[in-house]
C-alpha cells in the first residue's frame, strides 16, 4: 500500500464545507484511495473510495487529482457530529493483498459551532 | 440490520486468564477481520478470515486464537493475557465479492489485563 500522508489537525465551522487533504505521491496505478473515519470511542466507519474520478456519496465527495498523487475529501456541510479523525489509505485491491487495512495517525477535524 | 456486534463491551482480566471475544454480522460478508487499537497507534491486524471455513494471520497474531465458526461468526480467543494485550479490539466484516473490501466494523471491546 502506498503511503499516505495528512495533516494531524484541522478546525472547521459548523455549517462549512470542510476539506482534507491526502497526499499519496507514490501511488500506483491499481491502488483506490479509501478513507474512514474515527469518531471517537467508536469503531471507524467507511466513508468513500475512489480510483481516478471524482466520486460523491451521501456523506462526502472525494477530489482526486488528475495525476493521482493527492485527494481532498469533502463534507459539504460539517456539523458537530463529523468531529473525528479522518483516515485517507490506498490500497490495492483487485489481485493483491486486499485484507489489511492500514491505518495511519490520520487527521483530527475538530468542527466547531 | 444491526451491522457488526461485538461482546462483550467491557473486560477486565487478571494476567493469566482466558477469554472469548464474540463477533457477529448480519450482512451476509465472506471476509471477517479482528484489529486490536492501542492509545496513540492506528489499527493492526490481528487475525483475519477470508471465507468460512478459513483463517490467517495478521500483523500482531502471537497470544491469539480466532475461529470462523460459520459465515455470521469470527471469535477471538486469549489464551493467556498478558498486560500487553491492554488495547480495544474491533471486528469488522466486508464483501470481497464485491472486489472493493469496504469494511464494517463494530463497536469495540475495551479490554484491560491487570
Known amino acids: 500500500d502506498a503511503k499516505t500522508t495528512q495533516p494531524t489537525s484541522m478546525d472547521c465551522a459548523e455549517g462549512r464545507a470542510a476539506n482534507l487533504p491526502c497526499n499519496h505521491s507514490?501511488?500506483?496505478?491499481?491502488?483506490?484511495v479509501y478513507w474512514y473515519r474515527q469518531i471517537h470511542s467508536q469503531g471507524p466507519q467507511y466513508i468513500i473510495h475512489g480510483l481516478k474520478n471524482n466520486e460523491t456519496n451521501e456523506m462526502a465527495s472525494l477530489i482526486i487529482t488528475e495525476d493521482r498523487k493527492s485527494s481532498t475529501l469533502i463534507l459539504p456541510h460539517a456539523t458537530l457530529r463529523d468531529t473525528a479523525v479522518y483516515y485517507c489509505?490506498?490500497?490495492?485491491?483487485?489481485?493483491?493483498?486486499?485484507?489489511?487495512?492500514?491505518f495511519g495517525k490520520g487527521t483530527l477535524l475538530t468542527v466547531n459551532p | 440490520n444491526a451491522g457488526v456486534t461485538q461482546t462483550p463491551k467491557f473486560q477486565v482480566l487478571k494476567t493469566g486468564q482466558s477469554m472469548t471475544l464474540q463477533c457477529a454480522q448480519d450482512m451476509n460478508h465472506n471476509s471477517m477481520y479482528w484489529y486490536r487499537q492501542d492509545p496513540g497507534m492506528g489499527l493492526r491486524l490481528i487475525y483475519y478470515s477470508a471465507s468460512e471455513g478459513t483463517t490467517d494471520k495478521g500483523e500482531v497474531p502471537n497470544g491469539y486464537n480466532v475461529s470462523r465458526l460459520n459465515k455470521r461468526e469470527f471469535s477471538l480467543r486469549l489464551e493467556s493475557a498478558a498486560p500487553s494485550q491492554t488495547s480495544v479490539y474491533f471486528c469488522a466484516s466486508s464483501d470481497t465479492g464485491t472486489g472493493y473490501n469496504e469494511q464494517f466494523f463494530g463497536p469495540g471491546t475495551r479490554l484491560t489485563v491487570l
Open positions: 489509505i490506498a490500497k490495492i485491491v483487485r489481485g493483491g493483498s486486499n485484507y489489511k487495512l492500514t
Open positions: 507514490t501511488i500506483s496505478g491499481n491502488e483506490y
